[in-house]
């Protein structure tokens, strides 16, 4: 881990300097280009400030419709383990087991909470909406 500036910081800096400094200056499909590139940098400031957090919550959710129990240790370990847990439940989905039922309930909501978790690193305006 390094010190100051943090990784967070050096993401707004490069954001700014696109922003304020290079999309004024140009125009068309550079420009263009320049405000998607901000952008990126925006989308990977949030997804790195709030992983930990979605993570954990996606698991909590998931975990239990996916018939897990263990709880990973780390974020590559967690990272894996929700990725594993998904492909088991798109299993469960397919075969049918979440056509109706409480079953059913709990996986629409959980589909529902992480595409809220996902919207809001992508692009938090569009919950607004």
Do not use: C
Request: hydrophobic share 50%; proline share 5%; glycine share 6%.
């Amino acid at each position: 881990m390094q010190d100051r500036p943090s990784v967070q910081e050096l993401l707004a800096v490069v954001r700014h300097f696109l922003e304020t400094e290079v999309v004024p200056a140009l125009s068309g499909r550079r420009a263009f280009h320049a405000r998607v590139a901000a952008n990126v940098l925006a989308i990977v400031a949030r997804e790195i400030e709030g992983e930990e957090a979605a993570l954990a919550a996606e698991w909590a959710r998931l975990a239990p419709l996916a018939g897990r129990t263990d709880a990973p240790a780390g974020r590559d370990a967690m990272r894996a383990a929700v990725r594993e847990a998904t492909a088991a439940l798109v299993e469960r989905i397919r075969r049918g087991d979440a056509d109706a039922g409480p079953f059913a309930d709990a996986v629409r909501a959980h589909v529902r909470a992480t595409v809220r978790e996902k919207l809001a690193v992508a692009n938090p305006r569009y919950l607004g909406a």
